[in-house]
């Protein structure tokens, strides 16, 4: 195999890598933060997929809508467990914020460079 049948084989490897958002989104009464960035971004271990892991409840006196929102790369066989974990959690959000409802758990998972939408 020659130097240009190599190089050519490493491009088309590099195009065909998932690229997907690496980051968090979190708006709570207590805490606000969004370092979700354009070079926010990771290269997906084969078999994974972009992922968009999302948390949203209403909180304190006067309901106001909460969220966190987390992207990365995630192997799709994990979605479930990861509502299971997440659905779990929600007794420690009680514990930390006042009058906490409608919380919810959402992961949804797409297969296409950037999609999981972290900006």
Same mark, same amino acid.
């Given at each position: ?12 490897? +590099?195009?065909?890598? =998932?690229?997907? /958002?690496? @980051? ?10 969004? $370092? &979700? ?26 309901? +106001?809508?909460?969220? =966190?929102?987390? /992207?990365? @790369? ?10 299971? $974990? &997440? ?33």
């Amino acid at each position: 195999m020659n130097i240009a049948t190599v190089i050519i084989l490493a491009m088309v490897a +590099r195009a065909q890598s =998932l690229n997907c /958002y690496d @980051c968090k989104d979190i708006n709570i009464s207590v805490h606000q933060r969004n $370092e &979700c960035e354009s070079d926010s971004v990771q290269e997906c271990p084969e078999g994974e997929a972009c992922s968009s892991y999302t948390i949203t409840f209403t909180e304190g006196e006067n309901d +106001r809508s909460s969220y =966190l929102k987390d /992207y990365y @790369c995630m192997n799709e066989a994990d979605v479930d467990s990861n509502l299971v $974990e &997440c659905k779990g959690k929600e007794s420690r959000f009680h514990e930390y914020l006042d009058n906490v409802k409608d919380f919810a758990c959402e992961i949804e998972t797409c297969k296409e460079n950037l999609c999981n939408s972290g900006e």
